[in-house]
């Protein structure tokens, strides 16, 4: 009759080696579905532990399934991967520097610099006459024609000076008796030649043995080249930026960022001189009574375009920094 510590052993199930260490008890059929439920302690941690790794591991493969395909796959990859936000910066700067280079251009193209307000002129005296034949001529010094755009509603740009006279100079209105609508009325302008534009100013306008004012001259001088310097700079940006997109890479936006910088420091060198030479020429030659001075719409697009050059080029160069940064950094992951 078998004892009772034989019964014991016999209830024991057999066991099966599985290491050479020993020999370990088998689990039960169910230890799977309690493992996978989270009955044992700290289950459910383990659970979302696992399910973090393994999303990680998905997003992992996605991310390296190019290089299984060589050079190619791994180029497509990485193209891939480019942020659509590296994207959205350049198109924006591309649309901030277009509007910035058509302001430019067109304060380079207008004659609405600074614009003087005076009373309409009653008849064409001779002095006003003599005036605009002074005006006209070839050989007008400095304080002849801003004495006329001081009479007759002058405006200055960088390549021409106008006033607006009568249509008939020789129209006389009798006292008391009203003078015709402003359709008599017309604009003439002349344009600055190179020699004046180059031209030194002198210390008292018009008066050549006063001196040279070398300040007024060379503010003169830069205040007509700035501007084309800036344009001359955006339009090799831009094609900068062209071949970027023939090339599929923001690398040489980052030339173009620069560029963009310098052209909006000429565009406010170029405000900056505008308004100095102004200030001193004023100084020289005070507006005659009932004559008030502003700057125009032609000086605000240029004051405009820089702030839109400077915003692009940040843009540009943000985009192409960050984005050479992001590379780097996947470059160093892939080797590691």
Request: aromatic residues 12%.
């Amino acid at each position: 009759m078998p004892s009772e510590a034989s019964r014991c052993f016999s209830s024991v199930p057999p066991t099966t080696p599985t290491s050479p260490l020993g020999s370990v008890a088998r689990p039960s059929p169910g230890w799977r579905r309690r493992r996978r439920r989270g009955s044992y302690g700290g289950g459910g941690l383990c659970r979302e532990v696992r399910q973090k790794r393994r999303g990680e591991s998905r997003v992992l493969w996605f991310e390296l399934e190019g290089e299984a395909g060589g050079a190619g796959g791994w180029a497509s990859s990485l193209n891939a991967r480019m942020d659509n936000r590296f994207a959205t910066a350049f198109v924006i700067a591309c649309v901030l520097s277009l509007i910035s280079t058509i302001y430019m251009a067109a304060s380079i193209g207008t004659d609405f610099w600074y614009e003087y307000r005076s009373p309409v002129q009653e008849n064409s005296s001779d002095l006003n006459k003599s005036i605009w034949n002074d005006f006209a001529s070839d050989e007008a010094d400095e304080k002849t024609y801003n004495d006329a755009l001081f009479r007759y509603n002058g405006t200055v740009g960088l390549w021409r000076r106008c006033i607006t006279i009568p249509q008939n100079t020789y129209w006389y209105n009798p006292p008391g008796i009203e003078r015709p609508e402003s359709h008599d009325m017309v604009t003439r302008c002349m344009s600055f030649t190179l020699t004046e534009q180059f031209m030194e100013k002198f210390v008292d306008p018009g008066n050549h043995n006063s001196g040279i004012d070398l300040l007024r001259t060379y503010l003169w001088r830069c205040q007509f080249l700035l501007p084309f310097v800036s344009l001359g700079l955006m339009c090799f940006g831009a094609l900068i930026g062209l071949c970027a997109c023939i090339c599929r890479s923001l690398y040489p936006t980052i030339a173009t960022g620069i560029l963009h910088l310098l052209a909006g420091l000429c565009t406010l060198g170029s405000v900056s001189c505008y308004v100095a030479g102004i200030e001193l020429l004023h100084q020289k030659l005070e507006l005659p009574e009932n004559v008030s001075g502003e700057f125009g719409w032609s000086f605000c697009l240029a004051c405009v375009s820089a702030p839109l050059q400077f915003m692009a080029s940040a843009l540009f160069i943000w985009a192409a920094h960050t984005n050479r940064k992001e590379y780097t950094l996947m470059k160093a992951y892939r080797v590691a």
